[in-house]
């Protein structure tokens, strides 16, 4: 079975106007090779999810940025602790595409002031380290969520609060569409609006900040109790802190 939704018409974008948009916005801020690799996870499973949509078409944009893109369907992905040792294979690949990516896309509904169980179920599965490689650790994040009624930040928020635990490099721009039935056509295409220009800020924000990270993002997340854990001690010879330090004594 194949988890990873196919994009309809990627190269579709009715609502975006290219005459105001960086095609690689990403320009100067380090390699744009290979593409940057982005994993995309929603919250519904209803046949016309609002929160699918709104990934669809961040999926859309950054391929236009210049990124490489999975969904991933949750349909058939079990509840934590429901199948002996998480021997699944929904959850094995949920794991395969997030250790594949360098930055995610989390989309929520709001569902009694809260992210949904679909999308806990999907975080929840992702361990923070898993023979030695770490699924998120490092990666950047964009949150989004979409509201039945008026806008809100609940879902976002916690979003935030899942990334961070994750220890992934959350981006300061977000996304919340406010009565998500409206904004979208009879096909699934999002409508010109200030929620979807929102949504360009946020894709455009997130393609800078992998591009800007990847060169860095195993130093930036090299910890001390981690190393002292795994006994792994640093060598003067090679550590560049300490070279560099003993370079301006001399």
Known sequence: ?????PLSDPAHLPAFDPTYAHHQPAMGLGPLDPKPRILLLYGSLRERSFSRLAVEEAARLLEYFGAETRIFDPSDLPLPDQVKGDNHPAVRE??????????????????????????????DHLPLSMGGIRPT??????????????????????LRILGRWMRMFTIPNQSSVAKAFQEFDEAGRMKPSA????????????VRFTV??????????????????????????????????TAGQG
């Open 1 to 5: 079975m194949n988890r990873l939704r």
């Open 94 to 123: 949920l794991r395969e595409h997030s250790i594949w990516s360098e930055g995610q896309v989390w989309c929520s509904p709001e569902r009694h002031g809260q992210i949904t169980g679909i999308m806990k179920a999907q975080i």
């Open 137 to 158: 650790q490092g990666r950047t994040l964009a949150v989004m969520q979409v509201s039945g009624g008026s806008q809100s930040f609940n879902a976002v928020n916690t």
């Open 195 to 206: 929620y979807y220009d929102r949504i360009v800020d946020v894709m455009e924000e997130l």
């Open 212 to 245: 800007l990270l990847r060169p860095h993002a195993n130093l930036l997340v090299d910890r001390y109790s981690e190393r002292r854990e795994a006994l792994k001690p640093v060598d003067p010879a090679t550590d560049l802190a300490t070279l560099a330090v």
